[in-house]
């Protein structure tokens, strides 16, 4: 499965991975968050790793 994932999606893998070894980080924790928190934490990180567009 892993070598079918680009470096991004193996880089979030690791993380996730990490998240439940080393911090126990499980679904049950996971359910604690509401309303899109954890969603908007997601996207909000992608975001900041984006390129920046130049104006003009």
Do not use: F, T, W
């Not at 880089?11 to 899109?36: F, P, S």
């Not at 969603?39 to 790793?49: H, K, P």
Request: glycine share 8%; proline share 2%; charged share 25%.
């Amino acid at each position: 499965m892993m070598s079918d994932l680009n470096a991004a999606a193996r880089d979030v893998h690791a993380k996730r991975r990490r998240q439940i070894e080393a911090q126990g980080y499980m679904a049950l924790h996971d359910d604690m968050h509401r309303r899109g928190e954890l969603a908007r934490a997601g996207a909000a990180y992608a975001l900041s790793a984006a390129p920046r567009a130049h104006s003009g």
